[in-house]
Nanobody, 124 residues
Framework: QVQLVESGGGLVPAGGSLRLSCAAS????????MGWFRQAPGKEREFVAA????????YYVDSVKGRFTISRDNAKNTVYLQINSLKPEDTAVYYC?????????????????WGQGTQVTVSS
């Protein structure tokens, strides 16, 4: 079992930045691919970014490329999402997820564990 706890969300003005963190319990974090997803009000949850087990491979949805950066620190059992140049349309609950795979992509059914989410609100 892996428990995931997100933090770092908040209310920021457009153009601002945030760094989201996701702390994982358990000794097997370094063997999991990790992902970030988000769900805006009234919309389906969507893929944002993913990173492979050692961090060598990353994927991003087109709408965040160049603004979001996913990274991980296996020694700290933590995955991060650096969000820059925030836009009002980035407003959502952001979730991290863990997949029992070395590499995972945008498909939500690849992920086995999910956090409770952290709210990001961008004011215009």
């Amino acid at each position: 079992q892996v428990q995931l706890v997100e933090s770092g969300g908040g209310l920021v003005p457009a153009g601002g930045s945030l760094r989201l963190s996701c702390a994982a319990s358990g000794r097997t974090f370094s063997s999991y691919a990790m992902g970030w997803f988000r769900q805006a009000p009234g919309k389906e949850r969507e893929f944002v970014a993913a990173i492979s087990w050692r961090g060598g491979t990353t994927y991003y949805v087109d709408s965040v490329k160049g603004r979001f950066t996913i990274s991980r620190d296996n020694a700290k059992n933590t995955v991060y999402l650096q969000i820059n140049s925030l836009k009002p349309e980035d407003t959502a609950v952001y979730y991290c997820a863990a997949a029992r795979l070395r590499v995972a992509g945008p498909a939500q059914n690849e992920y086995d564990y999910w956090g409770q989410g952290t709210q990001v609100t961008v004011s215009s």
